[in-house]
């Protein structure tokens, strides 16, 4: 179902609130626009407005029906996906800087304190979106913007921890509705002569009905962990890990085209073949700056068993300790043995393509042992196929959604694993962090450890073939914390984080999940590869029309655009 938050007529909001928009477009301008899109041009308010009395300093009528229906699906990301005016991480439905925003309380939406006696502002929201059809409408928005000044912001999911996909002021290109799928076992790149096996989907196809149209059609989509996340948009501009990336390679791996327009309004078909260099960007330098991506095709896998552990203990100081140096003693032999997955100091999920059944319980059986003589549990079992996988296991333990959410990671190199005083380092950090920041460590297996890469291919840090798990957290905070508070916790991210650069100095980070006040960002996600992509980034946007947070070629807080972050750099 196709849902569009118009929320008022649009030629109200335009005497209303049009101003807010930087740039210089008049309202005959935006009229204009909005009959050459026939109808895609929407204004929205923030989610939450309903809830609410006063909005953006105006009184309007409470939608008690409405809101209840927000209550409901709050921190639902089957809720949130479908609405151009929601975000899957809070604060970037807010203005941080000022504490504006229109948010309730995640942890009890019927919370009347946060409506009572509150203005809804719009916060980071983006006043205007276009519902991206096809390649014209972003074309026109781009003329547009050159014209006018006007800001562009891009989103499909709302998976974003770095509020790339909102811009306050801006118009944004929603390309949620750009649903489609197919499956081909022959399919070749347009230039080139070898087929593949292969999908495209549009920019805004989930993981979720991806893997549900994988297992219909017979094989095997290498996605992400979370059932909302749009697999052609930041997930694999940035990246794109997955439990089966130590075997099957990260998302930019496996990507074989992109169909994108460029800020020069050029629709463009980007591979091996032709435009090579943008295509070597959009694989790992990072979404929201060399284009609006609207279709990807990537490689597929057969239908695969998949050798599922499960293992978990009671949470305390001891346990957790024992626990966490069971994980990284272990860590190098999973590597080696193809085993992926997201662990804490007292929990595991891992999968595993390649082992037998009796080899992976061989193999787990250091971590299984102490979890049941610690009054833990533990399942070593085989399971039919990913499908069956991501519905036992990953929807009950994908990330939360619906509250502002900080985090922070590093990639943990190898090196490190094979030394008595690398694997003493890791532990006394991951353990730092659950002692002294209160923080549970996150781990993810999720490196391209037995991947056969071919070298200088994609574009993201070269610390991703280096690295052995990424090491990171996150800290949720509430619907009515002060802008001082927000200040502390992400200083106190960024300080967590210094541990693991201390130890790994020579690393990287990856993009989508790394500090938002990331030092020497440049060098922590793409490495040497900078220089490329930034030449790469003015030959294609020359005039700089996208801009993001420490995306390639960004200005950062000297850019107007960037008022609502916090100066903690």
């Known amino acids: 179902m196709k849902i569009v938050p118009t929320l008022l007529g649009f030629s109200a909001v335009l005497g209303s609130s049009f101003q807010t928009v930087y740039g210089a477009a008049t309202q005959e301008q935006w009229k204009r626009l909005g009959e050459s899109l026939q109808g895609r041009l929407h204004p929205a308010t923030p989610l939450s407005a309903p809830c609410f009395s006063v909005v953006n300093g105006k009184q309007v009528p409470r939608n008690e029906s409405a809101c209840r229906e927000v209550q409901q699906g709050y921190t639902n990301p089957d809720f949130r996906f479908p609405r151009a005016n929601a975000r899957m991480i809070l604060q970037w439905e807010t203005c941080m800087r000022t504490s504006e925003g229109c948010l309730l309380d995640s942890l009890n939406p019927d919370n009347s304190a946060a409506w009572v006696g509150k203005d809804c502002k719009q916060g980071s929201i983006p006043p205007y979106f276009i519902e991206v059809a096809g390649p014209e409408d972003v074309q026109k928005a781009f003329d547009f913007a050159k014209k006018t000044g006007t800001y562009l912001s891009i989103k499909a999911s709302g998976h974003d921890y770095k509020g790339r996909s909102s811009l306050p002021g801006s118009l944004s290109l929603w390309t949620a509705n750009l649903k489609s799928m197919s499956y081909s076992k022959t399919f070749t790149p347009e230039g080139g002569n070898k087929t593949h096996a292969a999908v495209t989907l549009g920019a ?19 996605g992400g962990y979370a059932q909302t996340i749009a697999a052609s948009g930041g997930w694999v501009a940035g990246g794109g890990h997955s439990v089966l990336s130590p075997v099957y390679g990260l ?35 990072g979404g929201g700056t060399f284009g609006v991506v609207l279709e990807s095709t990537m490689l597929v896998e057969p239908v695969m068993s998949l050798r599922v552990a499960s293992i978990s203990v009671p949470q305390n100081p001891d346990n957790a300790h024992q626990f966490l140096s069971l994980i990284i003693n272990e860590t190098y032999k999973w590597n080696q043995e193809g085993w992926g997955g997201h662990m804490t100091s007292v929990s595991l999920i891992n999968v595993n393509p390649l082992l037998t059944l009796k080899e992976a319980q061989k193999s787990m059986k250091p971590i299984t042992d102490f979890a049941l003589v610690n009054n833990g549990t533990s399942v070593v079992e085989e399971l039919p196929s990913w499908q069956a996988f991501f519905t036992k296991y990953v929807l009950s333990a994908q990330a939360v959604i619906g509250q502002p959410t900080i985090m922070g990671s590093r990639l943990m190199p190898t090196e490190l694993f094979k030394t008595d005083q690398g694997r003493a380092q890791l532990l006394n950090i991951t353990f730092t962090e659950l002692t ?12 391209p450890t037995v991947y056969k890469y071919t070298e200088g291919s994609t574009s993201i840090t070269p610390a991703w073939r280096k690295a052995s798990f990424q090491l990171g957290g996150s800290v949720r905070y509430s619907w009515n ?14 300080e967590r984080t210094q541990l693991a650069r201390a130890i790994a100095p020579h690393s990287g980070a990856y993009f989508n999940e790394g500090d938002l006040y990331e030092p020497n960002h440049e060098v922590a996600f793409w490495g040497d590869n900078y220089p490329r992509l930034l030449k790469i980034k003015k030959k294609y946007d020359p005039e700089g029309i996208l801009d993001c947070w420490q995306c390639v070629g960004s200005r950062g807080l000297t850019d107007p655009r960037f008022s609502c972050y916090l100066p903690l750099l």
């Open 204 to 222: 805004g196809a989930t993981t979720e009905d991806i893997y549900k149209f994988a297992d219909e059609n017979k094989f095997t989509f290498v």
């Open 251 to 285: 998302g930019v791996d496996r990507v074989l085209e992109f169909k994108v327009v460029t800020p020069d309004g050029k629709y463009r078909t980007a591979n091996e073949f032709q435009n090579q260099d943008l295509f070597w960007a959009l694989r790992g330098g």
């Open 436 to 447: 002294q920041y209160k923080t549970d460590p996150y781990i993810i297996l999720g490196m």
């Open 481 to 494: 914390s002060t802008v001082s508070d927000i200040v502390q916790i992400y200083r106190e991210v960024t």
